[in-house]
């Protein structure tokens, strides 16, 4: 059941290196529980569920977790489930309802793609949870998973580019021992670069993003209809392309951030970054100038759109007005500068091998901000209506790689964006 909405927001801080993920109360950063020997799949991410529940896969355990984030103060256990799912994990998703998910797998540690195996999971079996493992193409594949009378789960696949279309049911009707399945419709893409992943539940549309733009498909029953894809270039602003897609929820709107400028990752400084944005319902598009340097992952509040920029010269958090239903058009409300990581990016080094990252998160139900500072075990959370710092958390662990993050705020409806993040 919902979760009365006085309660407190929290947050969840996994350190992927360490083996920790920490519950905590916010603004205070009081500690409700921390789960020890716990790897998060980073790229996976958290994937919130309905009634303010939350999923992430243990890598080195291969377990799928279910969360209940408001359970440790009400005599409940942070950990509600543990179902085995493939390792390592690539990507997460969820059907609308929470109850159909799926897990795909990827490098990992590894130098190339070696295990193509799908875990497909149904929560509210009759017997209790069930989780069912096939093989299918290598590589590190997006997923979504389509709600509706026929579930279907969306493979996006690279090199080459393609959406693979399997029925939910029939994945878990599969026989043990792993056995390869073919989709039951491949669906071309005409790029090999896709990277990033966005489902609608409301139109049954499926997004990809690609070099070429973001390409979707739409799904009706058990008919997926192509449909002609999302530029990346508007108002004026052209070149680029994201390699991130999320949804926000409360505004029904896609978002990405666009990266362009020179191809040399040891030239990452001079990269550019522009906020893309597609309203759903209005089918408007547009761009906004970021700055230059590392712009990856960002968060959704209730009123902002939150996107942390690494760069040599000083790192910030950068905050977006989110569009309005009068019309009002994104623009940039607040640059608050973070403090330098010591690990961090160099000139001329990548800004991705041996070096410390950052990790943002927020909820649609709120106007806070958290975001890590790897490698000094801190958090720092910004109220974005006020545009201000409101603390710096301290964690017992450094969150090397940045670690990850998801803030959760009762009845938020963050589960409408069904993808991991």
Excluded: K
């Excluded at 799926?102 to 017997?127: Q, S």
């Excluded at 040399?264 to 906020?275: F, I, K, L, Q």
């Amino acid at each position: 059941m919902p979760h009365p909405p006085h309660l407190p927001p929290r947050l969840l801080v996994a350190d992927q290196v360490a083996g920790t993920i920490s519950l905590l109360d916010l603004p205070d950063g009081h500690e409700r529980e921390v789960l020890h020997h716990r790897h998060l799949a980073e790229h996976a991410g958290f994937l919130a569920l309905p009634d303010d529940l939350a999923a992430c896969v243990d890598d080195r355990a291969g377990e799928l977790l279910v969360l209940d984030p408001y359970g440790p103060g009400a005599g409940r256990p942070l950990i509600r489930r543990r179902i085995p799912v493939a390792a390592p994990a690539e990507h997460l998703a969820a059907s609308p309802d929470g109850r159909r998910l799926a897990v795909t797998t990827g490098l990992g540690r590894n130098e190339e793609a070696w295990t193509g195996l799908l875990t497909a999971i149904d929560l509210d079996a009759p017997d209790g949870a069930v989780a069912v493992r096939v093989r299918g193409r290598t590589g590190e594949p997006g997923v979504t998973v389509l709600g509706g009378p026929s579930s279907l789960v969306v493979l996006r696949h690279r090199e080459p580019g393609e959406l693979l279309v399997h029925r939910h049911r029939d994945l878990m009707a599969a026989p043990p021992s792993c056995p390869p399945l073919e989709p039951v419709r491949r669906i071309g893409l005409p790029d090999d670069d896709g990277h990033g992943d966005a489902y609608d539940p409301l139109t049954g549309r499926v997004f990809a993003a690609a070099g070429s733009g973001v390409h979707r498909v739409r799904h009706d029953g058990e008919a997926l209809t192509p449909e002609p894809p999302l530029p990346w270039a508007a108002d004026g602003r052209t070149g680029g392309r994201g390699y991130y897609l999320r949804l926000d929820p409360v505004r029904r709107t896609l978002w990405s951030c666009v990266r362009g400028g020179p191809t040399a990752p040891g030239r990452w400084p001079e990269w550019t970054n522009d906020a893309w944005w597609h309203q759903l319902d209005t089918e408007t598009t547009g761009r906004l100038e970021l700055g230059p340097g590392l712009v990856f992952r960002l968060a959704v509040t209730a009123r902002h759109i939150a996107y942390s920029r690494v760069h040599p010269d000083g790192d910030e958090l950068i905050l977006l007005a989110a569009p309005t239903a009068s019309g009002a058009r994104p623009h940039i409300t607040a640059r608050l500068p973070l403090p330098a990581m010591a690990g961090a990016p160099r000139r001329g080094g990548t800004p991705w091998d041996g070096v410390q990252r950052r990790a943002i998160a927020a909820s649609p139900g709120a106007g806070l901000v958290a975001v890590s500072r790897g490698g000094h075990g801190e958090v720092q959370v910004f109220d974005a209506d006020r545009a201000e710092q409101l603390t710096t958390l301290a964690l017992p662990t450094p969150l090397d790689d940045g670690g990850h993050l998801a803030l959760i705020t009762p009845g938020d409806g963050a589960h409408a964006d069904p993808v991991g993040r």
